[in-house]
């Protein structure tokens, strides 16, 4: 955290030596009223503050956009911070950010004092009508900025994370073969019954999976896999795949399929946003939306793409794509 605040005071002095440099009058200016601000105290005191709220977001940031991580994980990390969030938003991590980052400010050379807050006074048109309590400089930064960025962070940790819950409720069973162990017969046989509702078409009243036989399905496949040694889903997929089992365990492996493919959180979208970017540029302004997708695709699982032989693709392509027609 120190380091930020000597990068913000190596930056305000930047701005002072430009101002004094310049001699265009709005540049000495800006350049004054940017290095005034970046080495107050009260800018000190913000970058604490974000440092203390961001180290604890971004651990749960990093394991939601890894493709491999469990579930159970998230939900645990998610929770975590939540909770976090909560005790943080109190008086005594109020004062204790307040005590660090006078601590800082000294250091720096920066007086470690709140600006004076300016008192608007409102015009009374009955006799009823109470004054306002004035608050101080200290106070009114707890309100108006600590508080609020707090309850901004607890609201959209819910929004962003909502989905994860339902998500776990629905499919969460199928995501380690030690959680299907650990389920009763009931429990498990409930819980393939919820799945087969949640995908169900309303309009035909059929489903992708049938519960019933799913049951059947996941005990048969833990007996087959009697090992002590847990799998996650992905390693459960690829053992039915590569050991030709798919008739035999039909929706399992759809129910699979579905879990490894349904998008839990935004990650996934800002990931196709940032490769946009990159794929989409003035050259390629005519793309269509079906080779756009297919181009982002390959860009984003591009570990995948660079393993494939692409050779008998290419000669499918080129001989589909002949302009020359032999006689």
């Known amino acids: 955290m120190a380091s930020a605040a000597v990068l913000s005071t190596g930056e305000a002095e930047a701005l002072y030596k430009v101002a004094n440099s310049s001699s265009i009058g709005v540049a000495v200016s800006e350049a004054n009223g940017l290095a005034n601000e970046i080495s107050s105290y009260q800018f000190i005191l913000s970058l604490t503050i974000w440092h203390d709220l961001l180290f604890e977001i971004n651990k749960v940031s990093k394991v939601v956009q890894n493709p491999s991580a469990d579930i159970s994980i998230m939900i645990k990390l998610v929770e975590t911070a939540k909770i976090f969030l909560e005790s943080f938003r109190s008086d005594e991590s109020f004062e204790a950010i307040i005590k660090k980052s006078e601590e800082i400010a000294i250091k720096l050379g920066t007086e470690p004092v709140f600006p004076q807050v300016r008192l608007s006074r409102k015009r009374?048109?009955?006799e009823y009508e109470g004054t306002d309590t004035p608050l101080n400089g200290k106070s009114k930064y707890k309100v108006d900025f600590f508080n609020a960025i707090i309850d901004v962070a607890l609201l959209s940790l819910n929004e962003r994370f909502k989905m994860l819950d339902s998500y776990n409720k629905i499919l969460g069973f199928l995501t380690r073969t030690e959680k299907m162990?650990?389920?009763?017969?009931?429990?498990?046989?409930n819980d393939c019954k919820n799945l087969e509702i949640s995908l169900r078409n309303p309009s035909t009243e059929e489903s992708d999976v049938n519960h019933e036989e799913l049951?059947?399905?996941?005990?048969?496949?833990?007996r087959i896999e009697a090992s002590a040694e847990s799998k996650d889903a992905l390693e459960i997929l690829k053992y039915i795949t590569a050991n030709s089992l798919i008739e035999i365990f039909p929706n399992l492996f759809i129910a699979l399929r579905i879990l490894l493919t349904s998008p839990i959180s935004v990650a996934s979208a800002e990931r196709s946003f940032s490769k946009l970017k990159l794929i989409k540029n003035y050259l390629r302004s005519t793309m269509s939306q079906d080779r756009l997708s297919a181009l982002a695709l390959i860009s984003i699982e591009n570990k995948i793409s660079r393993s494939l032989d692409c050779s008998d693709l290419i000669d499918e392509f080129a001989s589909l794509k002949a302009r020359k027609v032999k006689f």
């Open 215 to 222: 049951y059947s399905e996941i005990n048969t496949f833990l």
């Open 124 to 126: 009374r048109f009955f």
């Open 181 to 189: 162990r650990s389920l009763d017969a009931n429990e498990l046989l």
